[in-house]
Nanobody, 127 residues
Framework: QVQLVESGGGLVQAGGSLRLSCAAS????????MGWFRQAPGKEREFVAA????????YYADSVQGRFTISRDNAKNTVYLQMNSLKPEDTAVYFC????????????????????WGQGTQVTVSS
């Protein structure tokens, strides 16, 4: 049984930083893409960042480019999201996602392409 467990969320002031972690169990995702999405109240879940298996391919939403960094430790079956220069508009529940197949660039950013999801972790940025 595949499980993704996020941690690291919390309350932070604008301009601060948080580091999210997502630990996968039940299967090894080292050969497959993983991603982060977020959902604010009343809004649809949106793409934040994704990383290919080799870590050489990383992709970001325009809204977080230059502020967020996605990385992975395949030995630990874990993906991270380092969030710097946080803004109030970054407030959302952040979800980790994984998929046991190779995805193209456009697919990496599509919430419908992922079959495995964590329970989410709340990130709140105060102004």
């Amino acid at each position: 049984q595949v499980q993704l467990v996020e941690s690291g969320g919390g309350l932070v002031q604008a301009g601060g930083s948080l580091r999210l972690s997502c630990a996968a169990s039940g299967r090894t995702f080292s050969a497959y893409p993983m991603g982060w999405f977020r959902q604010a109240p009343g809004k649809e879940r949106e793409f934040v960042a994704a990383i290919m298996w080799s870590s050489s391919g990383t992709y970001y939403a325009d809204s977080v480019q230059g502020r967020f960094t996605i990385s992975r430790d395949n030995a630990k079956n874990t993906v991270y999201l380092q969030m710097n220069s946080l803004k109030p508009e970054d407030t959302a529940v952040y979800f980790c996602a994984a998929e046991l197949r190779l995805l193209g660039t456009a697919q990496l950013m599509d919430v419908r392409e992922y079959n495995y999801w964590g329970q989410g972790t709340q990130v709140t940025v105060s102004s």
